[in-house]
């Protein structure tokens, strides 16, 4: 019975260790297969980062190609529309350095008191309008750019008087006598110009709201090249037979 007993605990002992063998087993198994499982989402992790990761960079690459297409022309625009300005400086250079200094100060005065006013008014446009773009309100559109024309001719009388007295006041402004007179003459001059570059401004800034910007270079470049044609043929030819109006015909060439 002794021998029986025996036997008895050691199939029991052999039991409970095939018991904590396969229970050791499960473990491992269990531990292999979470270990895969995260293996396994941290591969579909990784394959989600790289695609959001090259779609981010293709975005960037379609939004820096689209402002490109954008900002080459509009930048070009307003280096043409600058040389208008340069054209006729060094125009007036060529008379004496009394016109030239008088060409400057009337540009000045009109940038101060009636282009930048102006262009102030016109950048209003660009926020409506291409907001309505934006919301294919194309009426809108229209109203936006009728609206800006009739505040801009409302605006631009007091600034045409002011522009009138504009001798008075440079002689205000301890300007030299002689050189505010021709000033006075240069910004008179650039009276009839005032009203029309604004309504220029503001279909300029309408078109570059819905993407249209080579008509304006188009436009831009045409009147440079006229202001370098009424220069040569106004200034320096006939200047050799009306020398007394070479600075009135360098002014009327930029308006």
């Known amino acids: 019975s002794t021998h029986d007993s025996d036997e008895e ?16 087993v499960d473990l491992i198994m269990e531990t292999k297969l979470q270990g895969e ?15 959001m990761l090259a779609v981010s960079q293709y975005t960037f690459l379609a939004e820096v190609k689209a402002l490109a297409k954008l900002f080459f022309p509009v930048v070009i625009a307003y280096l043409i529309q600058m040389s208008l300005a340069l054209t006729t400086i060094a125009v007036s250079g060529h008379i004496s350095a009394e016109a030239l200094g008088a060409t400057a100060l009337g540009f000045m005065f009109c940038n101060v008191t009636g282009f930048a006013v102006g262009y102030g008014l016109c950048t209003a446009v ?18 936006t750019l009728i609206r800006s024309l009739i505040i801009l001719w409302f605006l631009h009388l007091p600034i045409i008087v002011l522009w009138c007295c504009s001798e008075y006041v440079l002689l205000l402004c301890f300007q030299e006598p002689a050189v505010a007179k021709q000033a006075s003459i240069f910004i008179f ?4 110009c005032l009203y029309p570059l604004l309504v220029f401004e503001t279909v300029k800034k309408t078109l570059n709201s819905m993407g249209i910007v080579f008509p304006v270079v188009i436009c831009v ?27 009135e015909a360098a002014a009327f060439s930029y308006s």
């Open 9 to 24: 605990l050691r199939l029991v002992e052999r039991d409970d260790n095939d018991n904590e063998s396969v229970e050791s």
């Open 37 to 51: 499982g995260d293996f396994g989402v941290t591969m579909l992790e990784a394959a989600d980062s790289t695609q």
């Open 126 to 143: 660009d926020t409506l309008s291409s907001q309505a773009f934006g919301a294919k309100d194309f009426e809108a559109i229209g109203t």
């Open 189 to 192: 001059m650039a009276i009839p």
């Open 221 to 247: 470049l045409m009147a440079v090249v006229l202001n370098i044609v009424l220069s040569l043929l106004l200034v320096f030819v006939g200047g050799q037979y009306f020398p007394e109006y070479q600075y």
